[in-house]
């Protein structure tokens, strides 16, 4: 029932909002693979094939959520094949089966709570991984050698587009999958060949996505000027990066302890005790505790919280269920790398690691819903088990569906108050709140005043590459310029002249002032027309266009 209230809400959402900032970054990327020559993830490789053959809005977080759902189901198949005849007959009933699916999609749904489903890193590097790690655990199953090798084949094809999207996580979670080869119980030649295998179809996959997509050349020049632009925002040295992350989780995990002190402790008390007493105190202790500290909101504001309970309810859920884990190397060893899986997807990121997992939840209900049928030595165990894995799954489903009825990531307005049809270029229809639509009306009208032909190039100063959508033009190289010094950096490499044909947007200051310019504007606005402005409702951000006269 969780599953499908969830994929009920997603569909629902797909045509609701109109962000200008991180989505219309990932939207222009589909949109216009071929324009953009400074990268550091090649995610438009995979995203520019997926616009063509969508072509709208709607369609194409569609197809990101067709992605996250189908690569989540083979997920958890893949783990209940990989863990049947073992302590977790789960495997082996069509019913449990389905119940470890759903929650694998209500986990892998919850990217759905922070912004909306289009293709982009994040959500390929997610469904990537498990893609990867569903057909993996699908070949240990199987004896037949050849099925084996393309099977293992497919998981460096899927890894590549892991890689590709996200570098760091591809690399992360390759690691990861090795582990589990290394320790699945096959002749050391077998788990040789099969990590070759794996290997081959990485170098495949990526050599095939890249020569598609442009050439060797391009995009190694490519990558290493884009590096030099996101120096020029993320400063962090990977050591340091790294550091972080430990020091983070640690103080965040503590946190989320603390604020389950009670529930933690009534679940200890049990296990050192087995006196129901106890569960029955954990089971009310831990309803309690998610409705009071409002845990079962979803938003932007929530993030904290949204982990706190998933990362409480999954450790809990794994102290319960040790005495199954333990019973076998197999088991054991699935487990301890579906509650890591999450983690190589973040991997990278510039955010704390332990809210980033946000987006990657999928393994975590595999895991518990395995766990909550396997062969306890108790009932109560049993239904401590089933109680937490509920808990989880309705804990994620709920944070879900409220998330589109408050605190929306970049809206003025939730997604429930987003239902005013407006046309937004390629986008197609999109539903809006009143003062977005007024945003789009009045950046249609700027355009019409200047004359802005179809694909002009775009200037977008900064951070706004949502305007680029609107006004139906193309980026200079790419639609993420956040300060001059990378906007200097796109125009020391543009083509000359390029500016004599361009729109520039401007995002003010919040005094009414330009933002700082690039050096190849210091005699701006001379040559340029004023269009018009707009006001995007968030953060009451006023954007200025200008066309230049020669365009």
């Known amino acids: 029932m969780s599953a499908l209230l969830v994929i009920s809400f997603c569909l629902w959402s797909l045509d609701r909002g109109l962000e200008i900032t991180d989505e219309a970054y990932y939207l222009l990327l589909g949109m216009h693979p071929d ?8 995610q438009q490789w995979v995203t520019g094939p997926l616009w063509q053959v969508t072509g709208s809005l709607m369609s194409f977080r569609a197809a990101g959520m067709v992605l996250l759902m189908a690569s989540a189901a083979l997920l958890a198949i893949g783990a209940t094949s990989a863990l049947r005849q073992t302590p977790l ?75 590709v999207s996200k570098p760091s996580s591809g690399v992360a979670t390759l690691c990861l999958l090795a582990f589990w080869l290394l320790v699945a119980g096959q002749s050391l030649p077998r788990k040789m060949i099969g990590l070759a295998s794996v290997l081959a179809g990485f170098a495949c996959g990526a050599f095939a996505l890249a020569v598609t997509q442009t050439t060797i050349a391009d995009a ?24 972080r992350y430990l020091v983070e989780f640690c103080r965040h995990s503590i ?75 197999r088991t054991g060893a699935i487990v301890a790398g579906l509650a890591l899986l999450p983690y190589t997807v973040a991997v990278g990121t510039g955010n704390a690691i332990f809210t980033q997992v946000i987006v990657s939840l999928a393994p975590w209900g595999v895991a518990l819903a395995l766990l909550a049928a ?52 390629e986008l197609g229809s999109v539903r809006v709140d009143p003062e977005t639509a007024n945003f789009v009306s009045k950046l249609q009208l700027a ?13 977008g100063l900064y951070n706004i590459p949502g305007v680029a959508l609107v006004l139906e033009t193309v980026p200079l190289s790419t639609p993420w310029l956040n300060n001059v010094a990378q906007a200097d950096a796109v125009l020391t490499r543009a083509p000359p002249g390029i500016l004599g044909s ?4 401007l995002l003010l200051n919040a005094d009414g002032s330009r933002p700082e310019l690039p050096a190849a504007l210091e005699s701006f606005p001379a040559g340029f027309e004023y269009c018009g402005e707009a006001t995007y409702p968030f953060g009451s951000q006023r954007i200025q266009i200008w066309s230049s006269r020669a365009s």
Request: proline residues 3%; contains cysteine.
């Open 374 to 425: 396997g062969d306890f030595p108790r009932k109560a165990d049993k239904v401590l088990a089933m109680t937490l894995c509920a808990a989880f799954v309705a804990t994620v489903a709920a944070q879900i569906i409220s998330s589109g009825f408050r605190a929306p990531y970049h809206l003025q307005a939730p997604l429930i108050a987003q239902s005013q049809a407006v046309t937004v270029g």
């Open 35 to 42: 324009a953009v020559k400074l990268y550091i993830s090649a």
């Open 89 to 163: 007959p789960s495997a082996d009933d069509l019913g449990g089966r389905s119940r470890v699916i759903a929650a694998s999609l209500v986990g892998a749904l919850l990217y759905a709570a922070t912004i909306n489903l289009s293709p982009c890193y994040n959500l390929l590097a997610s469904a990537g991984a498990y893609a990867a790690a569903g057909l993996l655990l699908l070949s240990l199953r199987t004896d037949d050698r050849w099925r084996r090798t393309g099977l293992l084949l497919l998981v460096g094809i899927a890894l590549a587009v892991e890689f």
């Open 255 to 329: 946190d989320a302890v603390e604020a389950f002190t009670v529930v933690v402790l009534a679940v200890s008390l049990y296990l050192l005790t087995r006196r129901l007493i106890f569960a029955g105190l954990a089971i009310l202790s831990l309803l309690y505790t998610l409705v009071s500290g409002r845990y079962l909101l979803g938003g932007v504001d929530q993030y904290v919280l949204q982990m706190q309970a998933a990362f409480v309810l999954f450790l809990l859920g794994l102290l319960v269920a040790l005495p199954v884990c333990k019973a076998d190397r």
């Open 502 to 505: 361009s729109v520039v947007a």
């Open 447 to 459: 355009a019409g005043t200047c004359g802005i032909v179809s694909g002009a190039p775009f200037l």
């Open 220 to 243: 190694r020049l490519a990558l290493s000027q884009g590096m030099e632009l996101f120096r020029m925002v993320q400063v962090e040295p990977v050591g340091a990066r790294l550091t």
